[in-house]
Each structure stands twice: as structure tokens, then as C-alpha cells.
């Protein structure tokens, strides 16, 4: 192992400890070099050390950094400016000679005479958790010391291309801790070159291995410029290949640099690699990627039949697999899909729901998913996941899993039936419709059902809060993990269960027969508007009511838009309103009574609740502020009110139409009677959906404020620097850091980061054991030209502007808006009562966002893929939420 200090360092006294050094192509240039049986061309790496020292003393380089410092990511222009005066003082300053002469030494050993790649390795590249690929710079073919040099200056430079700069800005790195190191590699002049990646870029498959090729120079791939062939590799085996016509390859000239060259005409449609090259690039690519431990990215060239390794990095992009803990083919489904909520959670998160749920659930990603292998290994079991509960809800994972069921090598069948294997996903899940054969679980239901289980439910989070208080310590956890037992009654009880199916069922029900006897479709959407008992549409008309409280101060309303326009910093901001110098007799206390009011009844709620380590509304009661002011602006006096009354005489009079229509039908008095006891049914019982949602969170934030005294503790204590440090602990662990008084850093910091990369990624709704992400499709044929598809979920159309809001915070709605976002959890029903439809990526026909769209009267379309991306924000469009498309006018 060569020094350390050193400004340069050939590859084989390079490994992945020096990554800081050598930089992230460096690094793994040392680390190829050291593994048996791969070629990589011979060479060294100008250490970050030597950059370093160009930089560090150079004060025209560092008062430009500074002016860079300040800047945001889409201040272009000024980043421009000031990137090619940081790019041009580099390359102005001259080499120190004490490197230049270790450069000479390196050179002379590689043998001076060759060409030489020159390439950027940036400390922040190529690394883990983010690619930085094809950033900075890269020269082919560079001949004679002074050039090399001159090109090492040059790479250095490249650091600061305006590409480069953005990157970083956006993401969060510093650029005065980013160095680059340059690597000097003797140049392979090569027949064919290409790229190796060895799980599928396509469809994340790790079991196949995907190769392209071309003719000359990798760098006309890598860059775009030529069509490649693409081979496909599964455990040895060849399974696909698609052959290009290679117009163009880029070769090198003698002298140095490169050129583009026409192939032969007879040449273009050759296969570029031999089926036997294809199967040893393979071999040496399932070696490279054993020895990083992960799955690689890696350029290869081929020169007089050897196999010449230049570069692997880790694929930073694939979404990791759940672990079985067996070798047998699995099939994984999607929580947050069925959820809403599709962000990464926190340890602490994942294993609380993990702790509450029946179904056999796996993690990944920060994600959850629920492993359905047993279910579609038998004929009963499939047809209830694909006509009865997640595809009857889904047709993207209905699709999903009739591609699986299609290939009938991957999951082994078993004979008969699984039972009646309810797979819950969580409390409240809905997507479990019994068959439609059997559409109602409760033929003769008390009409106190309802309240009776919402009082019961009452009774048993108010025994909690108190018994909870006298508990701490250890005799904490262990009462949580007792309580946890109750909550598990409470998500999965029978009876509740029964109401929930029942009002389900019969919207089902109602949907059903009146397309078949009047030609109607979704006639049940409107007969749900306003039904009682709906705790989370019940929320959203209650912030109008704090609305119409606030609403005759206008010096409590200015105070708080100035709380809002200046970003709120401290959350006792309540408290001024009582100030008796400020507010107090000006509405200030009506207005404090009136949102802690509606903290008492909501105040678990927030976006992504089913998260416990999420900010609720009562620990940052600021998360409304927007939305009331928005209220304030867009609604007159009594509109709460105003809006359930509208509800419900649309849903009076949807009824009497109906059942006047039936009755002129053969057998139309039968009809009509049994319709109206099925609108019975939906009216006093799918209100219920909604609830076991809202108990479960009741008794999570119970939980959450127990366990974050006991965090507040180890602070004081200095076990941990920060109650949130125990947001990155699973319940067990937090529990031994209780136990032992001690807390071990390295795993907190760890996942930290684990948890900003999970962030990054898009969880699938469906992926299997081998890591490949099976994606459904909308099977068509109907839509207008250019229209979005999706699911249909709540009946009308709607036109208006579009406002694309990611997070809940930045709402700033007018009326007859039209939201886009991502996923809807019942906290963002609060925004619903402002808008006049409804478009999200994620959702079925039973998720939270589309009972409420359909309680309130909103046409909505769900499952719309990558719609907060397809639609810009201030767009119009028109949403059509009775046949599930979205046109961008």
C-alpha cells in the first residue's frame, strides 16, 4: 500500500478505504485491479490531495466559491457566470512541480509513449447512494506529458460545469467538501465496448443481466451518439437479444483525439459479441458485482479478444427487495398503495405497523409490503386477489398479477383452497369486498350499530390516555405492547368488519344493478354523498367551521398571514393570540378555543399518519394555518353546514329518481324495494369506512406522546442528542436503549442516511423476490386522443386549473381548483372542501381519497401514473371521474 499523503497513487495501491483520496472511480479502479481473473487497463489517480493543494491557497478560486455558496438551483444565469470564472481561475493556476514530478514518475513506469484516458473522480461520485455519472469531464486518447496535464487541470475544472453545480445544489452537497481526484488510465483501442449492468435496467430484475454493445469506443454508447445491441443474460443463460444497425463508432487517431466513423454497410447489422463472449462478459460480471456486493454498472471494452474492465459503479436507482429469509420465488405487494401514503417511513414506524398488522409483511425501501406468495399458489386464492379484494380495488395490480399468474414456472400451485385468507394491510382496509356473489355480510343490522361502535371505541382511547399516564420506563413498553393486543381487536374486529363490508357491499350493490336494469353507471357515487358518521369528511367540514369563528377578526386573520408569509418558526405562535397586549380582546382567544377545539377532535392527524414518527397537527398546529386562511378567503359564513345539506338532498333527490324509474320496470316495485333498503345500507353504514382508520391513529399519537417523554429523558440524560434519534430505533431497540441507558450511534447515523436515500425512491406496487418490479397497464381502448387513463372513483367531470401540490403545507388553493398530487391520506381532506376534483397517482376504488371525493361530491380520478410529473402546475384540465381519464387542455 503506497502512501497515503501521496498526490499520486497507482491503481493497485488503491482499494475502496481511500475513496475520499482516490475518488469514487479511483476507488473502484483499485478495487477491480485487485480481483482475479479481470483485466482492467493499467494506471494511477492524481489524489483529491493534489487538488487540494491547487485550491486551497487559491484566492480567486475561493472568494468565487463563496459567491457560488449563496446560490439556489434555478438561479441559472448567475451560476453560469460564475462557474466559468471558477472553471477558467483553475485551469490558470499552475501545477506545483513537486506533483508534476510524481505525475512524470507514474508515467515513465506505465511506459510514457501510450495514450492515456484521462477522467474526473469526483469524492462525491459513483458512490452508493447517489450517482454523479457523467458529471465531470473525461478526455480520450490524450498523448505526451504536457498534455496530460494540461488535461488533469482541465478535469479539475470540470467539477464546476454548470450540470455539475446544479446536481449538487439540488441535492444537498456541499461544494467545498466535493474533491476530485483524476484518473489516468492507459487507453484500450478497442473492437467493440459497451455497458453491463447485472440486475435488468428495465424491469430491476437481478437474476438478468443486461449487456449493450457497439463497435470503437465505448463513449459514443455511453454518450448517445451510436445504436447499441442489447443481449439479456439469465444464470448463463442467453434469453434475448435484439441486434441494432450500428450506423456510426467512435475510434481514436494516432496522434491523439478522436473521430466518428460510417461502419460498413455489411458490418452494420452484425451481432457486435459472439453468443460465447456474451456468456464470459457475463461470468465477469456476476464476479464484480459478487465481490461490491451489490448490483453494478459497468464499462467494458473488448481489444484482440480480451475483455478489458474500465469502470463499475453500484446502480443506485433499484428499489431494494424484501427479504424472505428463503431461496423460493416470492411475490410482494405495496402497503402504502393501499394506504396512501407511499413515502419512506422510519424505522420506529415500520415497526410499530409491523407489530399491529396479521398479514405476513416484509420491509424494503422503508416501505412496506405484504408477501401474497400463499395466496397465489391456489385457484381460490387467486381469483380473490384478482376479482375480489386488491384487484377489484387496483387494475394496475390486477394486471401486475395476471402477468405473474401468466408465467406458471414462478410460483409453485397448491392444491385446494387458502380459506378464507383475510390479507389486511392495516385498519379499516376495505379492499377486502366480499365476492359479489355475496353481496351483503349483514342481513339484519340495529340501526345504533354505528354509534355503537364508535362510543365503544371512545370509551376504550379515553381508559388508554389514563392508564398510560402512570406508566414509564421499561413497564412502559411492555404496557404498549399489551395495549397493542386491544388495538389489534379494535382494526380487526368481526362486527366492525361486518358494517364496514355491508355499506361496501351494497355500494357495489346499487353500482351493479342500475347499469344492468337502468343503464346507470356509478349511481351509487352520488347516493354516498353526506352520510353521518364519516369521521374524516366530518374533519374537513369542521375547519370551515373554525373558519366562520376567525373570520370577523381582521387583525387575527392579519396576524396570521404574516405567520404564514414569513414561514412560522415556533409553533407558539396560539400563544401570542391570548397576549392580553396583542390579540386577546380582538378575537384572539375565540380564535386559540376555536383551533385547539378542532386539535382535540383531529390533532393525531397528519400527512403520511400511518407513520407514528410524522409530525401531528397538534405537535406543529401550523400545518393549518394555510388551510384556514384559505377557508377564510374562499367560503362565506355557515358554509360547513351549507355543504352537508347540499350533499344530502343531491343524495334525497339521486334516491327518488331512482326508485321512480324502477318502478316503471317489470317487477319494478321488487326492485325498487330491495334498491331502497341497499341505499339504506350505504347511507347509515359506509360512513363507518372511515373510522377504524381514526381509532387507530387516536391510539398511535396516545402511544407516540408516551414515548416521546421517555426520548426526552435520554436526552437529559445525554444517552441521545436528540428525541428524534429515536425515530431511527425499532421499537425493541428503543426499548434496550430504555433498559441499558445506552444508545449505539453508529446504527442511528446509519439509517439515517439509509432513510434520505429510501426517500429518493419510488416503491413499486408490485415486485418479486427477484427484485423485478412488475408494472400493470390500463387495458383501454376508448379514450380520446391524448388523454391520461386512470381509475374512475367518484362520478362527473370537472374542468379547471390544476394545482400540483406535493406536501399539504404549500396549499394555496382558490376555488375550483383541481388538486394533483401524489397519494391523499385523510388528513388531506382538509384541502378537499376548497377544490372541484381530484387527481393522484396512487388509490383505488376504497382508499381514503375517493370514499371522501365521493362523499363530497367531487369528480376524481385515481392511479394515474406519474400525473404530479405529466401535469404542470396552472395547467387546465379536465377531469372525468365517471369513465377514469384526465385530458390536458
Known sequence: MENKSSYVLGFHGINKTLLATAGGKGSNLGELSGIEGIQVPGGFCVTTEAYKEITGNNEAFNSLLDQLAVLKADDRKAISEISAKIRKAIEETAIPKGIENEITRHLEQTD?????????????????????????????????????LKHISKCWASLYTDRAVIYRLQNGFDHRKVYLSVVIQKMIFPDVAGIMFTADPVSSNRKVLSIDASFGLGEALVSGLVNADNYKVREGLLIDKKISTKKLAIYALKDGGTKEQEIEPEKQNKQALTDEQIIQLEQM??????????????EWCLANDTFYIVQSRSITTLFPIPESGDKENHVYISVGHQQMMTDAMKPLGLSFWLLTTRAPMRTAGGRLFIDITSMLATPAGRETLLNVTLGKSDPLIKDA???????EDFINSLPGDPGSSREESGPGKSNNAVSPANYETLNDYDPTIVSDLIRSNQTSTEALKQNIQTRSGSDLFDFILEDILQLRKIAFDPQSFSVLMTGINASFWINEKMNEWLGEKNAADILSQSVPNNVTSEMGLALLNVADVIRPYPEVIDYLSRQVDGGIKNDNFLDELVNPDSYRDDGGQETQDAI???LSKYGMRCSGEIDITKTRWSEKPSTLVPMILSNIKNFGPGAGKQKFEQGQQEALKKEQELLDRLKQLPDGEQKATETKRMIGLVRNLSGYREYPKYAFISRYFVYKQALLK?????????????????????????????????ADYQIISKRREEFKSYEKLNPPRVITSDGEIITGKYKREDLPAGAVAGLAVSSGVIEGRARVILNMEDADLEDGDI?????????????????????????????????????YGLPAVVGVENAARLIKDGQRIRVNGSDGYVEIL
Open 401 to 407: 398479477l395476471t402477468t405473474i399468474i401468466g408465467r
Open 819 to 855: 388538486l394533483v398530487t401524489t397519494f391523499t391520506d385523510p388528513s388531506w381532506t382538509t384541502l378537499f372542501i376548497s377544490i372541484k376534483g381530484l387527481v393522484t397517482e396512487v388509490g383505488g376504488l376504497m382508499t381514503h381519497g375517493a370514499v371522501i371525493a365521493r362523499e
Open 710 to 742: 421517555e426520548a426526552d429523558q435520554l436526552v437529559q440524560a445525554n444517552v441521545i442528542h436528540e428525541k428524534e434519534d429515536v425515530y431511527y430505533l425499532s421499537f425493541e431497540e428503543f426499548h434496550e436503549v430504555v433498559r441499558a441507558n445506552k
Open 285 to 298: 460480471g456476476r464476479k464484480i458485482e459478487e465481490h461490491f456486493g451489490n448490483p453494478q454498472d459497468i
Open 112 to 148: 510514457e509513449r501510450n495514450a492515456y484516458a484521462v477522467r474526473s473522480s469526483a469524492t462525491a461520485e459513483d458512490l452508493p447512494t447517489a450517482s454523479f455519472a457523467g458529471q465531470q469531464d473525461t478526455y480520450l486518447n490524450i498523448a505526451g506529458k504536457e498534455s496530460i
Open 596 to 598: 385547539y377545539d378542532y
